[in-house]
């Protein structure tokens, strides 16, 4: 299919519509790139923005003038240059004026302007009223000194300046953000006086590196005293591509207990932070915050307080968690898009970027010096014309009063020039005659000496890097402040796992026969006098606490993983493991053990085997569980047992024939997993057709006493008393004292068990 246009018999061009959609799009496009989106590197502005200011100044709303209605200054902006939106264009001009918008506010608004909590919370047009601020004259100082070109404005009826003359690199001052067809830009804000001294320094060098230029511009400098925890590195990097995220990061303090938020990051709203906040306490997830408060005021622009449930709490910890899951800490892209000066988008490093614009600054100073030399040369010349007016005062009055054509008569006699007679026919007599030589002699020289510095330096490059240093310096000094946002070097936040988000409560979980669980809060109760179901009864328990993980032990060595928090309250009579784990068929739960992931137990079974192992080796996240004690043939898991201290405790194991054993804890291997070593000496034939097995095992101190109960008595053995019990491990143990042969269950009084 052709694409070229086709005019018929009627005159109409046509052309295909594929080419009419391609050519539609590009032009819309290139429109939202170069007109809409993309600020241009001279003055940092994008279109709007710069036909508000100038319409501003046309108005003479300078930062000494009065007040005038926003509205009416956006009617001549969209009456003479800008056919839009007055909303659009309005708002446009709002966030010029916002100082928690832009570092260094264009236009100086009075009324409401919004604020950093609802920017957009601003008043009409019709009842605010603004005027440009003093920073603002660095963009229009110059306009009037032949520095830019002129372009015609929408209707060509008047005329506007393609860009202004920035004094100052306006595009890394107040930063820039849009989204074109297929690019955006993302330029942050920047200190005044650290961009400023960064362009004398690549002035002076101009082969200065990123690295170097970094030196004076430390980083972004938002308008707000919020952290920049972003590390040296890493700005460096986006400041050698162009691109990269930029980290900021709130200021708190504590003050009395409590946490007081005193900055947020940019464009963060304080009133959504405290959403967030607000919406963890009521999911639970911050248990040690009890209040939250906005104490914000006009002294206090931002005030958010925390308050915690005691001083005990880690502020640190909590803030951190803060940072993690809230907007207190805030990303912000960076994308150094901008036009350059061959009026072509790209992305450019920090080098690239100033290069750039101090060739355009070159440029406009290059123009105004020609311009006000031009100017000096015609006023020269104008003086020179004058001068012999006056010398010939009385022949010039006679030629004025007499002559019909006094223009060409002047310009005859006197040899003088169109301009010189026309300067000379705009005094009045009076006024010439009034001219007295000296007076004329004084600014020729004047005007002479500044037209031999100019000369100077239009002709010097060095002279007019000089001049370019010292107005830089002057714009520094007037305009500039001390930085905003301070750059921190901060470690990364972590958000709270969910078992640092539960309380630490004292607990203690209680095992029934028939595999039923619960946890009972505190330590004291006794578990035996609970209530159980019909058939089952209280088979063993552990302390421990809420925040830590229980791990269930069954007949067949497997073990299981539940959150102690999870557990259900002793006030009911629990629920069988068997509903939240997929135990093996035919299997029970012999145990439960409880504790941080380095407190040790001594798994064992019936078969007079064990070892020693930790909390951590016996925790996973599957269902079915994990093997971690492998049984001889006919053998059964037995209760864990807690090992206090595995240097200085001893283990008692009593057989079903009232055989005690004791020997020290160390004797035993500290493994993972595994079958472990002989504790007693018990046959493996009798085992496996359960005739002698292995039926408790306790660990105990020096300090403790061991309790036996056989029937409805019980007999309890200081550690003095137990020291005829001692051997080596793997022996068959001393026979208990007659009438205690036949032990149902033994017990240390320091733990229940």
Same mark, same amino acid.
């Given at each position: 299919? =052709?694409?070229?246009?086709?005019?018929?018999?009627?005159?109409?061009?046509?052309?295909?519509?594929?080419?009419?959609?391609?050519?539609?799009?590009?032009?819309?496009?290139?429109?939202?790139?170069?007109?809409?989106?993309?600020?241009?590197?001279?003055?940092?502005?994008?279109?709007?923005?710069?036909?508000?200011?100038?319409?501003?100044?046309?108005?003479?709303?300078?930062?000494?003038?009065?007040?005038?209605?926003?509205?009416?200054?956006?009617?001549?902006?969209?009456?003479?240059?800008?056919?839009?939106?007055?909303?659009?264009?309005?708002?446009?001009?709002?966030?010029?004026?916002?100082?928690? =918008?832009?570092?260094? @506010?264009?236009?100086?608004?009075?009324?409401?302007?919004?604020?950093?909590?609802? @920017?957009?919370?601003?008043?009409?047009?019709?009842?605010?009223?603004?005027?440009?601020?003093?920073?603002?004259?660095?963009?229009?100082?110059?306009?009037?000194?032949?520095?830019? !070109?002129?372009?015609?404005?929408?209707?060509?009826?008047?005329?506007?300046?393609?860009?202004?003359?920035?004094?100052?690199?306006?595009?890394? +001052?107040?930063?820039?953000?849009?989204?074109?067809?297929? &690019?955006?830009?993302?330029?942050?804000?920047?200190?005044? $006086?650290?961009?400023?001294?960064?362009?004398?320094?690549?002035?002076?060098?101009?082969?200065?590196?990123?690295?170097?230029?970094?030196?004076?511009?430390?980083?972004?400098?938002?308008?707000?005293?919020?952290?920049?925890?972003?590390?040296?590195?890493?700005?460096?990097?986006?400041?050698?591509?162009?691109?990269?995220?930029?980290?900021?990061?709130?200021?708190?303090?504590?003050?009395?207990?409590?946490?007081?938020?005193?900055?947020?990051?940019?464009?963060?709203?304080?009133?959504?932070?405290? !959403?967030?906040?607000?919406?963890?306490?009521?999911?639970?997830? +911050?248990?040690?915050?009890?209040?939250?408060?906005?104490?914000?005021?006009?002294?206090?622009?931002?005030?958010?307080?925390?308050?915690?449930?005691?001083?005990?709490?880690?502020? !640190?910890?909590?803030?951190?968690?803060?940072?993690?899951?809230?907007?207190?800490?805030?990303?912000?892209?960076?994308?150094?898009?901008?036009?350059?000066?061959?009026?072509?988008?790209?992305?450019?490093?920090?080098?690239?970027?100033?290069?750039?614009?101090?060739?355009?600054? =070159?440029?406009?100073?290059?123009?105004?010096?020609?311009?006000?030399?031009?100017?000096?040369?015609?006023?020269?010349?104008?003086?020179?014309?004058?001068?012999?007016?006056?010398?010939?005062?009385?022949?010039?009055?006679?030629?004025?009063?007499?002559?019909?054509?006094?223009?060409?008569?002047?310009?005859?006699?006197?040899?003088?020039?169109?301009?010189?007679?026309?300067?000379?026919?705009?005094?009045?007599?009076?006024?010439?005659?009034?001219?007295?030589?000296?007076?004329?002699?004084?600014?020729?020289?004047?005007?002479?000496?500044?037209?031999?510095?100019? !000369?100077?330096?239009?002709?010097?490059?060095?002279?007019?890097?000089?001049?370019?240093?010292?107005?830089?310096?002057?714009?520094?000094?007037?305009?500039?402040?001390?930085?905003?946002?301070?750059?921190?070097?901060?470690?990364?936040?972590?958000?709270?796992?969910?078992?640092?988000?539960?309380?630490?409560?004292?607990?203690?979980?209680?095992?029934?026969?028939?595999?039923?669980?619960?946890?009972?809060?505190?330590?004291?109760?006794?578990? $035996?006098?609970?209530?159980?179901?019909?058939?089952?009864?209280?088979?063993?328990?552990?302390?421990?606490?809420?925040?830590?993980?229980?791990?269930?032990?069954?007949?067949?060595? $497997?073990?299981?993983?539940?959150?102690?928090?999870?557990?259900?309250?002793?006030?009911?009579?629990?629920?069988?493991?068997?509903?939240?784990?997929?135990?093996?068929?035919?299997?029970?739960?012999?145990?439960?053990?409880?504790?941080?992931?380095?407190?040790?137990?001594?798994?064992?079974?019936?078969?007079?085997?064990?070892?020693?192992?930790?909390?951590?080796?016996?925790?996973?996240?599957?269902?079915?569980?994990?093997?971690?004690?492998?049984?001889?043939?006919?053998?059964?898991?037995?209760?864990?047992?807690?090992?206090?201290?595995?240097?200085?405790?001893?283990?008692?194991?009593?057989?079903?024939?009232?055989?005690?054993?004791?020997? @020290?804890?160390?004797?035993?291997?500290? &493994?993972?997993?595994?079958?472990?070593?002989?504790?007693?000496?018990?046959?493996?034939?009798?085992?496996?057709?359960?005739?002698?097995?292995?039926?408790?095992?306790?660990?105990?101190?020096?300090?403790?006493?061991?309790?036996?109960?056989?029937?409805?008595?019980?007999?309890?053995?200081?550690?003095?008393?137990?020291?005829?019990?001692?051997?080596?491990?793997?022996?068959?143990?001393?026979?208990? @004292?007659?009438?205690?042969?036949?032990?149902?269950?033994?017990?240390?009084?320091?733990?229940?068990?």
């Amino acid at each position: 299919m =052709s694409d070229e246009i086709i005019i018929n018999r009627d005159g109409v061009e046509q052309l295909p519509l594929r080419r009419f959609t391609e050519d539609a799009y590009l032009n819309y496009s290139m429109y939202v790139i170069m007109d809409r989106a993309l600020p241009h590197i001279s003055d940092g502005l994008k279109p709007v923005q710069r036909r508000i200011i100038y319409a501003m100044s046309e108005l003479r709303l300078d930062a000494d003038a009065k007040y005038a209605k926003s509205a009416r200054t956006i009617g001549d902006v969209i009456g003479k240059f800008h056919p839009h939106g007055d909303a659009a264009s309005y708002e446009a001009m709002v966030l010029m004026a916002q100082p928690f =918008s832009y570092r260094y @506010p264009l236009v100086d608004g009075q009324g409401n302007w919004g604020s950093p909590d609802e @920017p957009k919370s601003y008043a009409a047009m019709r009842y605010t009223e603004s005027r440009l601020t003093r920073y603002s004259t660095s963009l229009l100082s110059e306009l009037g000194q032949g520095t830019v !070109e002129w372009i015609t404005n929408f209707d060509g009826t008047l005329e506007e300046p393609a860009v202004l003359p920035a004094r100052l690199p306006n595009v890394l +001052l107040n930063g820039s953000t849009g989204i074109a067809v297929g &690019m955006a830009t993302d330029i942050p804000p920047h200190n005044l $006086r650290e961009v400023a001294s960064a362009c004398i320094r690549l002035l002076e060098k101009p082969k200065s590196t990123v690295k170097q230029l970094c030196e004076h511009i430390k980083g972004p400098d938002y308008p707000t005293q919020a952290e920049i925890i972003s590390s040296r590195d890493e700005i460096l990097q986006i400041y050698s591509t162009g691109r990269g995220v930029i980290r900021a990061r709130a200021v708190y303090t504590v003050e009395n207990g409590e946490l007081v938020i005193t900055a947020l990051p940019h464009q963060v709203s304080g009133s959504k932070v405290l !959403e967030q906040i607000a919406a963890q306490m009521q999911a639970k997830k +911050l248990p040690m915050v009890v209040d939250l408060r906005d104490e914000s005021d006009h002294e206090n622009p931002t005030r958010v307080v925390i308050v915690l449930r005691s001083n005990r709490v880690d502020a !640190e910890a909590l803030v951190a968690h803060l940072f993690a899951s809230t907007d207190l800490e805030r990303t912000y892209r960076v994308n150094l898009n901008l036009i350059g000066n061959d009026g072509r988008p790209q992305v450019m490093n920090l080098t690239t970027l100033l290069a750039e614009w101090l060739k355009f600054r =070159s440029a406009t100073v290059l123009k105004r010096l020609q311009y006000r030399l031009d100017r000096i040369l015609d006023r020269l010349h104008v003086l020179n014309g004058l001068m012999i007016a006056y010398l010939n005062l009385d022949a010039v009055i006679k030629i004025v009063r007499n002559e019909d054509n006094p223009k060409q008569a002047l310009i005859k006699k006197f040899k003088l020039t169109e301009r010189q007679v026309d300067a000379v026919l705009d005094l009045r007599i009076r006024q010439l005659a009034k001219l007295e030589e000296v007076k004329i002699k004084e600014e020729q020289d004047a005007l002479a000496e500044e037209q031999q510095d100019l !000369e100077k330096t239009i002709k010097s490059k060095a002279r007019l890097k000089t001049l370019m240093k010292r107005e830089l310096m002057a714009d520094g000094e007037m305009y500039g402040d001390a930085r905003m946002s301070p750059i921190v070097e901060r470690d990364e936040a972590q958000a709270f796992r969910e078992s640092d988000l539960i309380s630490t409560e004292p607990i203690t979980v209680v095992l029934s026969n028939k595999g039923w669980v619960r946890a009972a809060r505190g330590h004291e109760l006794d578990p $035996r006098e609970l209530s159980y179901r019909s058939g089952d009864g209280y088979k063993f328990a552990v302390r421990g606490r809420t925040n830590q993980e229980a791990s269930f032990l069954d007949s067949t060595g $497997r073990a299981y993983t539940l959150a102690a928090h999870t557990l259900p309250s002793a006030r009911s009579q629990g629920e069988p493991l068997s509903g939240r784990l997929n135990p093996a068929s035919g299997s029970t739960f012999e145990g439960v053990a409880i504790g941080e992931k380095d407190q040790q137990y001594v798994l064992a079974s019936d078969a007079g085997y064990g070892f020693v192992t930790t909390i951590g080796d016996m925790q996973t996240k599957n269902k079915a569980g994990k093997l971690v004690l492998s049984l001889p043939k006919g053998a059964l898991a037995m209760q864990p047992a807690r090992v206090n201290d595995y240097a200085s405790d001893w283990i008692a194991a009593i057989s079903n024939e009232g055989r005690l054993l004791m020997f @020290p804890v160390t004797d035993l291997p500290v &493994m993972g997993r595994g079958k472990g070593i002989k504790i007693m000496n018990i046959p493996a034939a009798r085992v496996a057709d359960r005739l002698e097995m292995m039926i408790a095992v306790v660990v105990l101190t020096e300090q403790d006493s061991l309790v036996i109960h056989s029937g409805k008595r019980f007999i309890s053995l200081k550690f003095s008393d137990l020291e005829v019990y001692q051997g080596e491990r793997a022996r068959r143990g001393r026979k208990l @004292p007659r009438g205690f042969q036949r032990v149902d269950w033994i017990d240390v009084p320091s733990e229940p068990k």
